[in-house]
């Protein structure tokens, strides 16, 4: 592939056209695994691409972990995985000062959090004070440990998965890391053709594990900076500021999306663009968005659920999406950008 520099140096025109030729490679060889879950791929895909980060949440076995183990083994540079348990402390995530006898003093030695892409599997089987390591390295793209500032590697794109919170050792996450996640979303179940496919590659061996690079950390991070050149036009950005303003008034919230979530939902619009070889962010992409990057930051009255969600734990991402599906239904959409 064409590295970083040489595509900055092209012609708008074709350096927008290798950009998404890049993304659509992206999503096309996490689909060589993961199966009948296209828009699932897109919305992780949106995420990536906005250089943020996404949470995936459903009931263990419904493919969280394939999906990300996919995008992460698509995306070349350092992979490091952490998995979600009662017992894990802060200083397993970001890394901690040991005693190096040679230098005679402490010595820093990086945690797992020091990669390009990052999987921490059941988030939520964490303890708050684990989970609470995570949250400088989510906003800033650093740690700080023992009042020392690392930074960690660029890009750095983490995906986490999240059990329902009614199963047993699960801690549920506090609204500020939410807020730190571009996407959630849930999968769902397969059809029975997909879900026989599925079981009968696996049946030979998991087949994510034969995936390869496709794209290079240095070309990942050119494509985020294309991504962010998309053009959003007054109306539609009024109209993204106008969904994010209106879920602050819905008589289901306790307290709405954020300024960062206005941000985040279109720098993720900006990505979708990208991904359907577009110039210019449309209305249909903030609406197409929105129920993921704005339910999962929602602080719901008591008492309100989704109906037929699978799991306490997915009540309030199924709920928060409902109220923005009401909200977006009473935004007006602009005519001309």
Sequence with gaps: MTSGPLLAALPDGTSRALAAAVAARLIGNVERVVHGRRHAVELVAAGLLAGGHVLVQDVPGSGKTTLARAFARSVGGSFRRIQGTADLLPGDITGSAMWDPDQHGFVFVPGPVFANVLLVDELNRATPRAQSA??????????????????????????????????YGTYPLPEGQLDRFSVALTLGENDLATERQVVREQLLRPTVDDLQPVVSPHDLRWVQNEVRRTHVADGVLDFALNVVRATRRHPAVRIGA??????????????????????????????????YVLGHRLVLQRGVVAQGSRGAGLDALGAGSAVVAEVLASVPVPVRG
């Design 134 to 167: 995570l949250l400088e390295a989510l906003d800033e793209g650093a740690v700080t440990v023992d009042g020392v500032r690392h930074a960690l590697p660029e890009p750095f794109f983490v995906v986490a998965t999240q059990n329902p919170t009614d199963q």
């Design 258 to 291: 954020s300024s960062r979530a206005a941000l985040s939902l279109v720098r993720c619009a900006q990505a979708r663009t990208l991904v359907y070889d577009r110039e210019f962010v449309v209305p249909d992409d903030v609406k197409v968005l929105a129920p």
